[in-house]
């Protein structure tokens, strides 16, 4: 019994929200949102910092996601991995550019290591198990992908990996695609910043606050004060 209650309300969340349901002309702040704005594009000044690309489905949650970590001046949303220069929101839905929802995430390596970056990417803010699916979304644009830029990255990816799934702590092995970074597409003005501006939406409540909570109850070490 219970696992049909569980079925039929995972169902009524799918129905009632998705990461693509809303519309630009609808992207308007709503009342009770963080005060602290994320909808930045990325620093002018990156002296210092370094550059890390994840995809795990939604951007909106994997944004905010990063955003809260410590040592991370800005986490932006785009689309990466995919063959179509600059492409919109509506051209990845189709599936046929080959990119994936993507957060360019720019940080201090002084304060926050890759190692660190990819132990939550892997852990607690997304499923890294379940093919070209996340939660009700589904499709090649929100397949897993973690994106290196050096061979040292990518060691730190695989031995993630190895790791994670050394743990059991998933009922199923890892997916996720460990790719050479190529280019990232930042994504339209309306999705930078989402989940603060929209905290009542059904779905940033029931999906994106989910993976949200999960970082902050594995990493609070590692957590902005104040977020």
């Known amino acids: 019994m219970n696992m049909l209650r569980n079925g039929l309300a995972a169902l009524l969340i799918t129905l009632l929200a998705s990461c693509s349901e809303r519309?630009?002309?609808?992207?308007?702040?709503?009342?009770g949102s963080l005060t602290r704005s994320t909808a930045a594009p990325a620093p002018a000044n990156t002296a210092g910092l370094a550059v890390a690309t994840f995809a795990g489905g939604c951007f909106w949650a994997t944004?905010?996601?990063?955003e809260e970590l410590r040592g991370v001046k800005?986490?932006?949303?785009?689309?990466s991995g995919g063959t179509v220069a600059n492409p919109s929101y509506e051209e990845v839905g189709t599936e046929r550019t080959g990119h994936a929802e993507a957060v360019q995430v720019y940080y201090d390596p002084k304060q926050i290591s890759y190692q660190q970056l990819?132990?939550?990417?892997?852990?607690?803010?997304?499923?890294?198990?379940?093919?070209?699916?996340?939660?009700?979304d589904?499709?090649?644009?929100?397949?897993?992908?973690?994106?290196y830029r050096t061979p040292a990255e990518k060691k730190v990816l695989e031995e993630s990996i190895s790791r994670v799934n050394a743990s059991r702590?998933?009922?199923s092995p890892v997916v996720t695609q460990v790719r050479p970074y190529r280019q990232f597409w930042p994504a339209e003005g309306y999705h930078q910043g989402y989940l603060r501006l929209h905290p009542r939406e059904s779905y940033i409540?029931?999906?994106s606050m989910v993976k949200v909570e999960k970082v902050r109850h594995t990493f609070p070490q590692l957590l902005k004060n104040p977020l």
Do not use: C, L, W
């Open 74 to 79: 800005a986490a932006v949303s785009g689309y």
């Open 169 to 171: 702590q998933y009922g």
């Open 205 to 207: 409540q029931n999906i």
């Open 63 to 66: 944004e905010e996601v990063f």
């Open 23 to 31: 519309r630009p002309a609808e992207a308007q702040a709503e009342p």
């Open 138 to 147: 589904m499709g090649p644009q929100y397949r897993s992908v973690a994106f």
């Open 118 to 136: 990819a132990d939550v990417f892997f852990k607690a803010a997304h499923d890294p198990t379940t093919p070209n699916r996340q939660g009700p």
